[in-house]
């Protein structure tokens, strides 16, 4: 237990020296220099030399040599992967396009391949990989490890797609979806840094939600909290996929935002219709700020439940920035009760829509490690 004590102390904080850690932990000088060296001699820690206050001091770091940590984050058309130690930095990352409407085996299949290939031409090998964050577009089911219903992800339902994962890969694998995985990048490394209660929505094709409640990711009694795309904001309003009607992502997914353009603007996907937004084409203007108040209107409900210090938006819809967020604001202060609309802050996720879910699967991967690294330890 103490030598965790003192790992769980440079996890934290980062280097300390021995009297540093002394004072974190409580322990004293003599037991902590004991267990320094335990922890040293069992490959957990790195000591450098370095000067504290003019004076000659050790450091003490988790050692560098921990592993390396793997990300593969699927989208409706493509899976990007990516190497990281578990720092705010990607080491190297590759994407590769999938066909429309694909099946899930061949999503598996090539997104395996791409970790191989990523590994080797990153002049590492599959043996120093600890573990992999795989994240997935769909609810996903944390009991069964499957993907719980279809998203947008057709061919995926009802696959154990981390096992499945893990045989192609030969190491620990965790699967969550991507808002979710948003949310964690964001809480660690973004704009929910620090924050104690937090609301991540991402708007993209579909739109999702990651709650951060008391600084950890909140998942629910079997994985799908944060479907705000599914919660209803008009019981009258057009039927859902998911069998319901009203869900806010009739309203706002990228279905409606592009059939609400196809007679004046022609067929255009999601990104044409961000660029010429930011371009100032009034439609398309139009279209987001109208979703930017239904968002609003979903997320004042969460807002009264939760009482959240932040909302962070991210998501490909969140490169307009103002033009959704402002109508978003308006739509919290008008749905939500006064004093929790007034204690919100309504900010734009710190992140690039791209890097918030893969550094978010770097975190989960190394979540894996530190707990094979706590059962290690607790044997040494
Ligand atoms: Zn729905």
């Excluded at 003490?60 to 190497?83: E, I, K, N, P, Q």
């Excluded at 994962?165 to 973004?190: C, I, Q, R, Y």
């Amino acid at each position: 237990m103490n030598r965790l004590r003192v790992l769980d102390a440079v996890r934290e904080h980062g280097a300390l020296t021995q009297v540093e850690i002394a004072g974190v932990t409580g322990l004293s000088a003599a037991t902590v220099s004991n267990l320094v060296k335990e922890l040293d001699a069992a490959g957990a820690v790195q000591l450098t030399p370095s000067i504290r206050n003019g004076r000659r001091a050790v450091q003490v770091s988790v050692a560098a040599s921990h592993g390396l940590l793997a990300a593969v984050v699927f989208g409706d058309r493509d899976v990007r992967v990516a190497l990281g130690t578990g720092g705010p930095e990607v080491l190297s990352q590759k994407r590769m396009p999938l066909p429309a409407d694909h099946a899930a085996d061949e999503g598996v299949t090539r997104g395996a391949r791409l970790v191989h290939e990523l590994v080797a031409t990153s002049g590492h090998d599959m043996g120093e990989i600890r573990a992999v964050g795989i994240g997935l577009p769909a609810p996903i089911d944390t009991v069964s490890g499957q993907v719980g219903s279809e998203g947008i992800l057709p061919g995926w339902r009802g696959v154990p797609v981390a096992s499945d994962m893990a045989e192609a890969l030969g190491t620990p694998v965790l699967l969550d979806n991507t808002a979710n995985l948003a949310a964690l990048g964001e809480s660690k490394f973004g704009a929910l840094q620090g924050v104690s209660t937090g609301i991540f929505i991402k708007a993209s094709y579909g739109v999702g939600a990651g709650l951060i409640i008391g600084g950890e990711l909140f998942r629910g009694s079997a994985g799908t909290a944060g479907e705000i795309g599914h919660v209803t904001i008009d019981e009258d309003g057009p039927i859902c996929r998911c069998g319901n009607r009203g869900c806010l992502d009739t309203f706002v997914g990228a279905q409606a935002v592009l059939g609400a353009l196809r007679d004046s603007h022609g067929a255009l996907t999601l990104r044409d219709v961000i660029a010429r937004a930011r371009d100032g084409d009034p439609g398309c203007r139009r279209v987001l700020e109208d979703a930017g108040r239904h968002i609003g209107v979903a997320v004042a409900g969460v807002v009264n439940l939760l009482n959240p210090e932040v909302v962070a938006l991210g998501g490909q819809v969140a490169r307009v920035g103002d033009l959704v967020l402002d109508p978003m604001r308006e739509a919290i202060e008008r749905c939500a009760i006064p004093s929790a609309a007034a204690s919100v802050d309504l900010r734009l996720g710190a992140l690039r829509p791209e890097e918030a879910d893969v550094l978010g699967a770097l975190v989960l991967a190394d979540q894996v490690r530190e707990d094979a690294d706590r059962a290690a330890l607790a044997t040494v």
